[in-house]
């Protein structure tokens, strides 16, 4: 169960519009590397994963995952509010607008909507944590991209804090592969899936003990 | 006296359901007086039993964790496990 808190994580606060940054930052909420895929990501993976310190920095990454998708969602309303029809036109925004106005809907930078084919569930510890690694590296590359982009300093505060966050995640599941190869068989990580199979290592019984 | 885990759990699902459910009628009739002071009621038992919860069986909410050795937070069950879940 979620409850929502009337907050951001970071504040957002632009104070100049502008609808060509808003294409290109959109990407982060509905793109292949965005923060709906993020936290959609996570939040489902840990249904099968057998490790609680993994379980535990899934829940709370995906979590933090979705106050990103607010934050994402917040810069790209601020910077398309008060347009003018002749700013929408020349900005390269009416491709954007024809669709969906100045609502916010996921899409990529290219227009592309929201896929859960951006998204691995694949149910083998080692194959999910490594889709996640590989995730936030991806994300941040997306964000020193969106840096070369823009150039407003009140956008490229918050796009820096998020991008900090990949890093902090990328670390955080290292974390997360230790403890999953901690409890493994070290001489065959591969011998068998703990998501699905039922065999029992030693180690894996000493687990938390 | 303290209820069983199970017992306790339903408790807090069914009165945060309560208020959760009077909150999404606050919200397009934020001044209707029956349904402020219903959810005040339910609210304030909600608040009684989490306490009582999470002293007695671990935290509901990271930042609700008390001082202790160890971060107590990634203790199973997790909610969506058959066991963490009482009969009906």
Known sequence: ?209 | MTMCRHDLMREIQTLSFACHDTALYLDGHPNDARALSYFNAQNAKLTDAVAQYENNFGPLTANSIEYSDSWTWIDGPWPWKYEANAEM
């Not at chain 1, 057998?50 to 995952?65: F, H, K, N, Q, S």
């Not at chain 1, 998204?119 to 840096?147: H, M």
């Not at chain 1, 823009?150 to 290292?174: A, M």
């Not at chain 1, 901690?182 to 703990?194: A, D, I, L, T």
Request: aromatic share 10%; net charge negative.
């Open chain 1, 1 to 209: 169960m979620w409850l929502y808190d009337k907050k951001l994580q970071y504040p957002v606060k632009i104070k100049n519009p502008n609808p060509a940054y808003a294409k290109v930052i959109i990407s982060q909420l509905g793109g292949p590397d965005g923060e709906m895929g993020a936290a959609t990501r996570y939040l489902s993976q840990r249904y099968s994963m057998p490790y609680d310190e993994v379980v535990g920095i899934l829940t709370d990454i995906g979590t933090e995952e979705l106050a990103h998708v607010e934050m994402i969602c917040a810069i790209v309303s601020q910077l398309t509010r008060n347009l003018s029809m002749e700013e929408i036109k020349r900005s390269g925004f009416d491709t954007y607008f024809v669709d969906h106005t100045a609502g916010v809907y996921p899409v990529s930078a290219s227009g592309i909507p929201f896929d859960a084919k951006y998204i691995g569930v694949k149910g083998d510890v080692i194959a999910d944590i490594t889709e996640d690694l590989a995730a936030e590296q991806k994300a941040r590359v997306t964000y020193d991209n969106i840096l070369r982009l823009v150039d407003d300093p009140d956008v490229c505060d918050v796009i820096r804090f998020l991008r900090q966050r990949e890093l902090t995640h990328f670390q955080r599941f290292g974390d997360a592969l230790s403890i999953a190869q901690r409890n493994m068989n070290s001489k065959n990580f591969y011998g068998y899936n703990p998501e699905f199979d039922k065999v029992k290592t030693a180690r894996q019984t000493m687990h938390r003990q």
